[in-house]
Every structure is written in structure tokens, then in C-alpha cells.
């Protein structure tokens, strides 16, 4: 389990990477950024930054956090933003 911080980090790096590679080969590669949701604030400001990233499609949810489903969790503010 990831604690808050390096889940963040981490999600930044991958969605950097996966935009390299986007910006690199725009016509063959699309991304779907990595957000973690555990913590509503940093994935709704991780979510408008990979946003604007070569090559964003849209987003990958995890079915599970910290091995609960994501329905049982109250709904993020992500959910119910108008980005």
C-alpha cells in the first residue's frame, strides 16, 4: 500500500512518461492518466494538470482503494467536477 505522498509522485512521474511517449509518437500513441484517488484534493489537481499533457485521452480508475471498493467510499470531488 502507497502511502498519500509517493502515491502522488508516482502518479506524476507515469503520467510525464506516458506523455513523453505521446509527444514523441502523437500518431500512433494516446494516454490515459494515472490519478490517485485516495485523496481528492491532489487527484482532482493531478487530473487538470495531466489534462493538458501531449496525447490525454482521459483517466484510469482503480476498482479497489486501499482494498476497498471505490463504490463503498464517498464520491470524490473529481467525480462531480466540471474540468
Same mark, same amino acid.
Given at each position: @500500500? #502507497?502511502?498519500?505522498?509517493?502515491? #502522488?509522485? +508516482? !502518479?506524476? #512521474?507515469?503520467?510525464?512518461?506516458?506523455?513523453e511517449i505521446c509527444a514523441k509518437h502523437p500518431e500512433r500513441f494516446r494516454m490515459?492518466? !494515472?490519478?490517485? +484517488? +485516495?485523496?481528492?484534493?491532489?487527484?482532482?489537481?493531478? @487530473?487538470?494538470?495531466?489534462?493538458?499533457?501531449?496525447?490525454? !485521452?482521459?483517466?484510469?480508475?482503480?476498482?479497489?482503494?486501499?482494498?476497498?471498493? #471505490?463504490?463503498?467510499?464517498?464520491? !470524490?470531488?473529481?467525480?462531480?467536477?466540471? @474540468?
Amino acid at each position: @500500500l #502507497v502511502p498519500r505522498q509517493p502515491a #502522488v509522485e +508516482m !502518479s506524476q #512521474v507515469a503520467n510525464d512518461e506516458y506523455a513523453e511517449i505521446c509527444a514523441k509518437h502523437p500518431e500512433r500513441f494516446r494516454m490515459f492518466a !494515472s490519478i490517485p +484517488m +485516495m485523496d481528492p484534493d491532489p487527484a482532482c489537481k493531478e @487530473l487538470e494538470r495531466a489534462r493538458r499533457l501531449p496525447g490525454f !485521452s482521459g483517466i484510469t480508475l482503480c476498482t479497489h482503494i486501499r482494498k476497498r471498493s #471505490v463504490d463503498r467510499h464517498r464520491p !470524490s470531488l473529481c467525480y462531480r467536477r466540471d @474540468l
